[in-house]
């Protein structure tokens, strides 16, 4: 069991005399786990049903992501529906494992407190669609999403009690996945996420100083990245130390 703050892998095919199409499994390593990765808010949709309540980029897509493009999650590419013809697509391709987030928002709507029951049911089938599958479930617990409850109660990452709310959030995944799932991300992109959601403004949730890139309303360019970095650094460890001591006898070993 092995904890990341992300997990990003790039596969580089340089073609000059020959093409792709030549390559063969028998030319990686036999360990070599070949997968496919997406996260929650690009290709779940389905974003005002069955309980969901709206993420932090919800908020930022319908506000208009910064006037930089156009576009939000809503229907997306419809895998909360559409899940099984696209893990039958992975199967079909041979992959190995599938690297997908959990939305919190859909998981526990509020960021804390009640467990919503469709948002259980369909992680449950959407692991073990894959598992059925031979295709190895990947999980990443925070890719950007952070329940937009949290962000108007204490403004999220900068604050404290979201180390709290993540860490309470992610027992709940363990308890409930971690028979089946055995590869975790706790939070993508650390770095990349504070620098662009609280640094430049050009991610939710859009805070930065004045005339920033992002022309945020509110934020502080010069100490929230910092805080927010800090905060999800302590929720990595946090979130570790919990499956370390309550889950990784139980579900690694057994």
Not at 91 to 107: C, E, H, K, Q, V
Not at 126 to 152: A, C, F, K, R, Y
Not at 214 to 227: A, F, I, V
Request: charged share 20%.
């Amino acid at each position: 069991m092995a904890f990341v703050l992300t997990v990003f892998v790039v596969v580089i095919l340089v073609l000059f005399s020959w093409s792709a199409d030549s390559l063969s499994r028998d030319e990686f390593p036999s360990d070599f786990v070949f997968g496919a990765s997406t996260s929650a808010y690009q290709v779940e949709g389905a974003a005002n049903e069955d309980g969901r309540k709206p993420s932090i980029w919800d908020t930022y897509s319908h506000a208009g992501n910064a006037n930089m493009y156009k576009g939000d999650g809503d229907v997306a590419c419809d895998g909360y529906h559409k899940y099984k013809e696209d893990v039958q697509l992975m199967a079909n391709m041979g992959l190995d494992a599938y690297r997908f987030s959990i939305s919190w928002s859909r998981l526990i709507p509020d960021g804390k407190g009640a467990i919503n029951p469709k948002g259980l049911e369909y992680y449950n089938n959407l692991i073990n669609e894959l598992t059925s599958h031979g295709i190895q479930p990947h999980v990443t617990l925070h890719h950007w999403d952070l329940p937009q409850t949290l962000e108007d109660e204490y403004e999220g990452w900068i604050s404290r009690n979201v180390v709290y709310d993540f860490t309470a959030y992610a027992d709940v995944c363990f308890r409930e996945f971690g028979d089946r799932v055995k590869y975790w991300t706790t939070l993508n992109e650390v770095n990349v996420f504070a620098m662009v959601g609280y640094g430049i403004g050009a991610a939710p949730p859009q805070r930065c100083s004045p005339f920033s890139l992002g022309n945020c309303s509110r934020g502080n360019s010069s100490t929230e990245p910092y805080l927010a970095a800090h905060h999800m650094l302590l929720a990595h460890a946090s979130v570790a130390r919990l499956y370390n001591k309550k889950y990784k006898v139980k579900f690694i070993y057994n």
